[in-house]
C-alpha cells in the first residue's frame, strides 16, 4: 500500500519563499510527482523526480531523498495567483505503475 | 492537440441509481485512469486501463466499473450510488512507455447523489 502524508494548509505571503513537504510509505517507488489544482479546476503537473536531488523549473523547485522518504516543493516569489492546492503523488510500479495522491496542502498567499 | 474532455460536467442523482461518466483521452494517450476527489481531499486511485483492460486498480468496491474503447476513450459506472459517492470525478489520460509518464487531467465530472 501506499501512505502519503503532507501538511492541510499553509499561508504565505506575497513575494516570500515557502516550502511544502511530502512524506511517502511506498512498497514500490517509481518516481514522486507534484501538481498544482486551482479551486474547481483539474490538476496541472509541476514537476517529477525519480532520482535524488533537486530539479528546478523556474519559480517551482522540487527535491526528493528517496532513502528518507520524502520530498519537498519550493515556491519562490510568490504570486496571488500561486494559491491553490498542491498535491503530491508517488508512482508504484507494483501494479501498473499508477499514480497515488496525497490529501494536498491548500496555500494561501496573502498580500 | 486536444486535451482531455470528460461529460457530463455536472450531474445530480438519488441514492440507488446508477451513472455513467465519459472521458476522451489526450491525443496520443494510451492509458486512462479515474480518481475520485471528494471535497477538500486528494485525488483516490479508482482503476486504470490500458489496452482496454482494467490494470490496477485502487480500493473501491465491485459497483465502480469502468470500460475502455479501441480509441482509448473511457467510461465509468457507477451502481448502486451511495451519498458518500457524492464527489469530483476526475479522468486522466497519458501516453504508456513514453516520456516520464505524467498524468494530464479532464476537469472533472462533478457528481451530487441525494
Known amino acids: 500500500g501506499q501512505n502519503i502524508d503532507q501538511p492541510t494548509e499553509m499561508t504565505a505571503t506575497e513575494g516570500a519563499i515557502v516550502q511544502i513537504n511530502c512524506t511517502y510509505q511506498t512498497s514500490g517507488f517509481n518516481g514522486l510527482f507534484w501538481y498544482q489544482q486551482h479551486a474547481g479546476e483539474a490538476p496541472t503537473f509541476l514537476s517529477y523526480?525519480?532520482?535524488?536531488g533537486l530539479e528546478e523549473k523556474g519559480r517551482f523547485s522540487s527535491f526528493l531523498s528517496r532513502s528518507k522518504g520524502y520530498s519537498y516543493l519550493l515556491l519562490k516569489e510568490l504570486q496571488m495567483k500561486d494559491s491553490a492546492s498542491y498535491l503530491c503523488?508517488?508512482?508504484?510500479?507494483?501494479?501498473?505503475?499508477?499514480?497515488?495522491f496525497g490529501t494536498g496542502t491548500r496555500l494561501t498567499v496573502i498580500p | 492537440e486536444t486535451g482531455v474532455t470528460q461529460s457530463p460536467t455536472h450531474l445530480i442523482k438519488t441514492r440507488g441509481q446508477q451513472v455513467t461518466l465519459r472521458c476522451s483521452s489526450q491525443?496520443?494517450?494510451?492509458?486512462v485512469s479515474w480518481y475520485q476527489q471528494a471535497l477538500g481531499q486528494g485525488p483516490q486511485f479508482i482503476f486504470q486501463y490500458y489496452r482496454e483492460e482494467e490494470n490496477g486498480r485502487g480500493n473501491f468496491p465491485p459497483r465502480f466499473s469502468g470500460l475502455q474503447f479501441p480509441n482509448y476513450s473511457s467510461e465509468l459506472n457507477v451502481n448502486a450510488l451511495e451519498l458518500d459517492d457524492s464527489a469530483l470525478y476526475l479522468c486522466?489520460?497519458?501516453?504508456w512507455g513514453f516520456g516520464t509518464g505524467e498524468l494530464f487531467f479532464g476537469e472533472g465530472s462533478r457528481l451530487t447523489v441525494l
Open positions: 486522466a489520460s497519458r501516453a
Open positions: 503523488a508517488v508512482r508504484d510500479q507494483n501494479g501498473a505503475n499508477n499514480l497515488f
Open positions: 523526480n525519480v532520482l535524488d
Open positions: 491525443s496520443g494517450h494510451n492509458t
